[in-house]
């Protein structure tokens, strides 16, 4: 049915959002619940993995005590991220990205593993739902402390649209967008700024690294043959 469509898979934190800030200090707050103390912005990029139970281990919480307090940790975070990301906006070059995707007849979706309902009104707040045929996080926040499921819910959307893979690329700031392009055979696309950094990213990368959207576009240019945007054609951007 979408076989001859191209699809944009993106992360929402940290790569169309550009939320590290209040991700970090909700860390924090969370670390401090277990008697650890900040860590720096740097060492939640070297550190930081998913599924949270496994970033938590790392850091010196048993599994049995993690999940004893998951409930009240995920509240815990939940409610220090939502305060401070009203200070946090949308990544540089996100709107002209995604108005260009749109002009192309590129389909766009959002693959998260931010609780649905926080996810739909961060999207709301910035009026980009427009931008996006589905948007998909956890339902259930349970799946963000124990397992990842992206794989699952990307494979089934895939499979039930019909999109070709060689047509579909994904784009996020973790090791679980690389690690998905592999597994599944699709373009894969880091960018610089999130959750690892660049030394991490250079150890998960698939195909690219950026550090910035507007180097999206170059890229689909030379892979898909899509037209650049006007306003890049006379400043092209170097993409390793």
Known sequence: MNAHKKLAVFNWNGTLFDDMEATHIATNACLNFFNIPDITLEQEQELFTFPLIHFYEKMGVSVDHYLKHAEEVGELFHNVYNTHKENCHLADGAITLLD??????????????HVQTTLENDIDRFDIAHYFDTISGNINPATIITGMNKFERLDMFLNENGFNRDNTFIIGDSHEEPELARKMDILGISISGGLLSP???????????????????????KEWGLAMPQNQLAQRETVR
């Open 100 to 113: 260009w995707l749109k002009n192309q007849g590129v389909v766009c979706k959002i693959l998260s593993n």
């Open 199 to 221: 030394a991490r990213l250079e150890k998960y990368k698939k195909d690219y690294i950026i550090d910035s959207l507007t180097e999206v576009a170059p890229i689909l240019e």
